[in-house]
């Protein structure tokens, strides 16, 4: 079958327009590749692509998952020859359920000799004669109908469809450059990467934990949720911090309430260092305003002081309410659900402090030796390549981790 792709054009203007357009055309081949060779082309505004396949479900499920398609349709190539392109209008239409119908022509070039209103009439009135004889109910609705059969012609060919579908928005993933996503077994920070990747950036992944101190959950968990994401951008780095080393420092020299901040901090500098490793420009993480007490303002500014790129908070307005949707709707839910102990609730005070003072987090952090931990976390880090095969993701480790020896400073009640 012959699948027509809109995307918004809008967001495609001027010179970016082309590798816009080439990313997109690569995104769709990846989310197909299982499917056979793919001929896909870029036709005046749009996209083509021939698929070898009648599962037109399957189709619908993959095409959720390709950003930066507004829409698409099944769609019949014909030569522009009025008669063949009246009968493949006529086939489309028999193809659709409904009780009202519209015609549409687009011409993207005007050599066609007769002009779109006249094209519409003219095969609008077909239809409706041929379902008149054969007895069909049926009325013209140009506002709202229940049926729109769609003429494009564009160069010398004419593109026939019928049912419409609504693509997931966005924008081409890989086309916004790079960012370090900060990937937690939680149900916001896979929704945070999946929003960047939206708006086409290359999302890295990296996740902190505490083993061999706490179990693999978290890591099996987010690895999970990684191969889930990278139905959406086709290819991901994912970096599995240890992150026991810096927490055993930071246990040993400071107070339970202040671990929280200085936990995330020392995250968002390894984060950082992961972005300059892997040329990213900014980091990306799930916090919404007042979710937890790490996440209030005072919090957020001190904690934003230790990275050395801006710091994408795609949710900080979202409500739980609404981010559990998405996760429902994304396929995380069940992922993120999962048990699993975070590194960061390893040692933390009941009531951890919401109003942080940076001077005080910088004297604790000045009598530590951090540095040196946090270059070598991201050295001693386990990094997968996860490549999504079209219905299933493949791994390949980049390299391997090292788990520091010894135990942590204090026991540990695992
Ligand atoms: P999430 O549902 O994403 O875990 P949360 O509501 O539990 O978020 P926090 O635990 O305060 O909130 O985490 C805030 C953000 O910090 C997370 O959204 C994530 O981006 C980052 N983060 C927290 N823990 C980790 C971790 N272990 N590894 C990587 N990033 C983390
Ligand atoms: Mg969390």
């Not at 012959?2 to 001027?14: D, F, S």
């Not at 564009?154 to 019928?162: C, D, E, P, R």
Request: proline residues 4%.
């Amino acid at each position: 079958m012959q699948i027509v792709v809109h995307y918004h054009e809008i967001a495609l203007k001027g010179n970016n327009r082309n590798l816009f357009v080439k990313q997109l055309i690569r995104n769709l081949r990846r989310a197909f590749q299982d499917f056979g060779k793919i001929s896909a082309r870029s036709l005046f505004g749009r996209v083509t692509f021939e698929l070898d396949t009648d599962n037109i479900e399957e189709v619908h499920r993959r095409m959720r998952g390709v950003f930066g398609v507004a829409n698409y349709a099944v769609a019949y190539e014909v030569p522009q020859d009025f008669e063949t392109m009246k009968e493949t209008a006529w086939k489309c239409f028999q193809e659709t359920q409904g009780r009202t119908f519209a015609v549409r022509c687009r011409r993207a070039d005007k050599s066609f000799p007769m002009r779109s209103g006249e094209i519409e009439r003219e095969i609008g009135g077909y239809i409706f004669d041929k379902c008149l004889s054969s007895g069909r109910d049926i009325k013209v609705d140009l506002t709202n109908p229940d049926i729109t059969v769609r003429l494009e012609l564009v160069g010398k060919l004419a593109l026939i469809s019928g049912e419409r579908r609504q693509g997931p928005g966005g924008l081409p993933s890989g086309t916004a450059g790079k960012v370090v996503g900060m990937l937690s077994s939680g149900f916001d920070s896979p929704i945070a990467c999946w929003q960047l990747m939206k708006r086409g950036a290359d999302v890295i992944m990296c996740h902190f934990h505490s083993y061999p101190f706490t179990n693999k959950a978290s890591l099996e968990n987010c690895t999970l949720l990684a191969d889930l994401l990278t139905r959406y951008q086709y290819k991901t780095k994912l970096y599995l911090v240890s992150f026991a080393p810096v927490q055993e420092e930071l246990l040993s020299m400071t107070p339970a309430d202040m671990r929280m901040i200085l936990y995330r901090r020392s995250m968002v500098r390894i984060a950082s260092k992961v972005a300059e490793r892997e040329g990213a420009l900014a980091l990306v993480t799930g916090e919404s305003l007042g979710q937890v007490a790490s996440q209030t303002l005072p919090n957020m500014r001190v904690i934003d002081e230790a990275a050395e790129l801006p710091m994408l908070r795609p949710l900080v307005g979202t409500d739980k309410d609404d981010i559990i949707k998405l996760s429902r709707e994304i396929g995380a839910y069940e992922l993120s659900a999962r048990p699993y102990e975070d590194c960061c609730s390893l040692m933390l005070a009941k009531h951890p402090c919401t109003k942080a003072r940076l001077k005080d987090v910088l004297d604790l952090e000045s009598a530590m030796e951090l540095e040196e931990l946090e270059a070598q976390a991201v050295k001693n880090a386990e990094v997968i390549e996860i490549k999504w095969m079209g219905d299933h993701a493949e791994h390949k480790q980049l390299q391997a981790p090292v788990y520091k020896e010894g135990a942590m400073g204090c026991p540990l009640d695992l």
